[in-house]
């Protein structure tokens, strides 16, 4: 059995990051809105989602008229992927404005109570909009990146067999890691970060520091957003076909990502994403010779959570969270 | 010339009246003193001036500029800063980046210039980590640069909070209860510090305190609250002796003898 789960780990790796790279980045929207608001900003997930339908409407469109094929396929990405995160930004910028603020001083469930609502406004509108547009609420977007390559892991050990992988694999863990770089330094170098930080502890201090609290917030939604929509964009290249669903499912378990990694800590995040991508992907191609064909691959979401739920009950504060006393 | 002028200055909280029609003068450069017993509108009194809770009625003008209606963040701006009864650092941050909060408005750096790290902003943060260095050493913890400022013992995060306030470079450096919990080296300590902050710095200091030596020893002025309404006001040895004073902390009993 052993071997065999040695076969197939380096495939498993692969596939692992780059499914874990996505739930991490969405996972930095959850916990740097928490951090600040100490909100878990439901609609998140559907800012993703709405992403990947504003990144392939694009793609669709400029393969109409003929630009995708006249310009370099990684220079429409970048262009695409910018103009995404863009518009996501602002979306989460609006959000914040008109569904959150207003409710700044009630009990924090009624604003859980309005992102919830948020979220379901955002999934019927997208499927209404691509309904409207195209007939069909699930989109395929046009084919990229799709050469195939191998690693010789055999070649190393013959414990070991080839792994294979896109160009939009690569292409995804590379933008997700300079994403995390970037943000990483802005967060903990800059003016700007430090004072997101300071709003994170303690708001009305950081006010009395000269610090607008409001700019701050709405900074930090539109940061979180435009990595989610730019995220989104990502998922559809890799995976081909979205719809508006596929906010829900990800997006809880890129948030069970932020908890697993400690809520409120960006790094945490980062490495709670790609351990549950790692898990998942180890429960799917697993399962069935781990319990002896009794549980196939479809319940690799059981495997990842009860792994999850292993972890909280010995580290309620998750992996890289600090245990947190209530301010009084 | 009169920097903080507060006048009529109310606030209610439900039938409680925590401040109550306060009139306020406080001379540039002077030290001055707000004092009075648990519950008297003292640290109402702050938050008011610093924009935290709005007024229901009155006026508070830094110079001849008002403040009302003005965000904390504004009013932190136009020149005040304040530290607190209850200290309130930014704990899980480093001693120094919690002074660089501090000097978060002078820094021009805009979002699209932080974004493409523009040789100005980098130059910039440095500057603004030597200035942050330049005020620990004036607080005299520049050795404790990179520890959490919630590792530092008490004093010293007491001294922490005054160089934050300080690096916002205020005219009016509001202290809430700065010698509460030190032992009486540590406040003659702070007594000095404040003396040579006011000579140092141009600024002018309004202090909260519990503890009269210090109070009488380093108040110019000296304003008395009582349940919210200001029930005296003058020079130390003025204050020593009135009997209104007298009356609000030991009861009445204290000043008719029986």
């Known amino acids: 059995m052993l071997a065999e789960i040695l076969q197939s780990?380096?495939?498993?790796?692969?596939?692992?990051?780059?499914?874990?790279?996505?739930?991490?980045?969405?996972?930095?929207?959850?916990?740097?809105?928490?951090?600040?608001?100490?909100?878990?900003?439901?609609?998140?997930?559907?800012?993703?989602?709405?992403?990947?339908?504003?990144?392939?409407?694009?793609?669709?469109?400029?393969?109409?008229?003929?630009?995708?094929?006249?310009?370099?396929?990684?220079?429409?990405?970048?262009?695409?992927?910018?103009?995404?995160?863009?518009?996501?930004?602002?979306?989460?910028?609006?959000?914040?404005?008109?569904?959150?603020?207003p409710l700044r001083n009630s009990p924090k469930l009624i604003t859980l109570i309005s992102a919830i609502g948020v979220s379901f406004l955002l999934q019927d509108l997208v499927r209404f909009i691509t309904e409207y547009k195209r007939g069909n609420y699930i989109l395929t977007g046009p084919s990229m990146f799709n050469e195939q390559f191998a690693i010789k892991f055999s070649s190393i050990s013959s414990s070991f067999s080839d792994a294979f992988f896109k160009t939009s694999t690569l292409i995804l863990i590379i933008s997700v890691v300079i994403m995390m770089v970037a943000l990483d330094f802005f967060v903990n170098k800059t003016k700007w970060g430090m004072a997101m930080r300071a709003v994170a502890q303690d708001r009305e201090t950081a006010s009395l520091m000269s610090i607008n609290v409001n700019k701050v917030i709405s900074l930090t939604f539109f940061i979180g957003s435009a990595l989610g929509g730019a995220t989104g964009v990502l998922f559809a290249v890799q995976y081909g076909t979205i719809d508006p669903y596929i906010g829900f499912i990800l997006g809880l378990k890129a948030f069970t990502a932020a908890v697993l990694g400690g809520i409120g800590n960006i790094r945490g995040a980062m490495a709670g994403g790609i351990m549950l991508g790692l898990l998942e992907m180890f429960a799917a191609a697993n399962l069935q010779l781990l319990t002896g064909g009794f549980f196939g691959a479809e319940y690799k979401d059981v495997f990842a959570f009860a792994i999850l739920i292993i972890v909280l009950i010995f580290k309620p504060e998750g992996l890289f969270g600090k245990a947190v006393t209530e301010k009084v | 010339m009169s920097i903080l002028t507060v006048s009529n200055l109310t606030k209610q909280f439900g039938g409680l009246v925590a401040v109550n029609s306060v009139d306020i003068t406080v001379e540039k450069g002077s030290i001055t003193a707000v004092i009075g017993p648990n519950g008297a509108g003292k640290t109402t009194f702050f938050n008011l001036i610093t924009g935290v809770y709005q007024p229901d009625n009155g006026n508070v003008q830094l110079g001849s500029t008002s403040l009302i209606g003005k965000k904390p963040h504004d009013i932190a701006r136009q020149g005040i800063a304040r530290t607190f009864q209850?200290?309130?650092?930014?704990?899980?941050?480093?001693?120094?980046?919690?002074?660089?909060?501090?000097?978060?408005?002078?820094?021009?750096?805009?979002?699209?210039?932080?974004?493409?790290?523009?040789?100005?902003?980098?130059?910039?943060?440095?500057?603004?980590?030597?200035?942050?260095?330049?005020?620990?050493?004036?607080?005299?913890?520049?050795?404790?640069?990179?520890?959490?400022?919630?590792?530092?013992?008490?004093?010293?995060?007491?001294?922490?909070?005054?160089?934050?306030?300080?690096?916002?470079?205020?005219?009016?450096?509001?202290?809430?209860?700065?010698?509460?919990?030190?032992?009486?080296?540590?406040?003659?300590?702070?007594?000095?510090?404040?003396?040579?902050?006011?000579?140092?710095?141009?600024?002018?200091?309004?202090?909260?305190?519990?503890?009269m030596k210090l109070v009488m020893e380093i108040s110019e002025q000296i304003f008395v609250l009582d349940h919210g309404v200001k029930i005296a006001e003058g020079k130390p040895a003025e204050i020593r002796n009135n009997v209104k004073v007298i009356e609000a902390y030991l009861g009445k009993s204290a000043v008719t003898p029986a």
């Open chain 1, 9 to 101: 780990l380096p495939q498993v790796l692969i596939d692992g990051i780059a499914l874990g790279a996505i739930y991490a980045v969405i996972a930095l929207g959850y916990t740097m809105v928490y951090g600040i608001l100490e909100l878990i900003n439901f609609a998140h997930g559907e800012i993703f989602m709405t992403g990947a339908f504003i990144g392939v409407a694009m793609l669709i469109l400029m393969t109409g008229m003929g630009w995708l094929a006249a310009m370099p396929a990684v220079l429409a990405l970048i262009l695409v992927l910018v103009i995404t995160s863009i518009l996501t930004g602002f979306m989460g910028v609006g959000i914040e404005r008109m569904a959150y603020r």
């Open chain 2, 86 to 211: 209850n200290i309130r650092l930014f704990s899980n941050v480093t001693v120094l980046e919690n002074v660089m909060t501090g000097l978060h408005k002078q820094l021009k750096a805009g979002l699209v210039g932080t974004l493409f790290q523009t040789k100005t902003v980098r130059e910039e943060e440095k500057r603004a980590q030597e200035e942050a260095y330049h005020w620990l050493e004036y607080v005299g913890l520049a050795k404790h640069l990179n520890e959490d400022a919630k590792n530092l013992s008490y004093g010293a995060q007491r001294r922490l909070e005054i160089a934050r306030a300080l690096a916002t470079k205020p005219k009016l450096l509001l202290l809430d209860e700065p010698a509460a919990g030190m032992n009486p080296r540590e406040t003659r300590e702070l007594t000095e510090f404040i003396h040579r902050m006011r000579e140092d710095l141009d600024v002018t200091i309004v202090l909260i305190e519990h503890d």
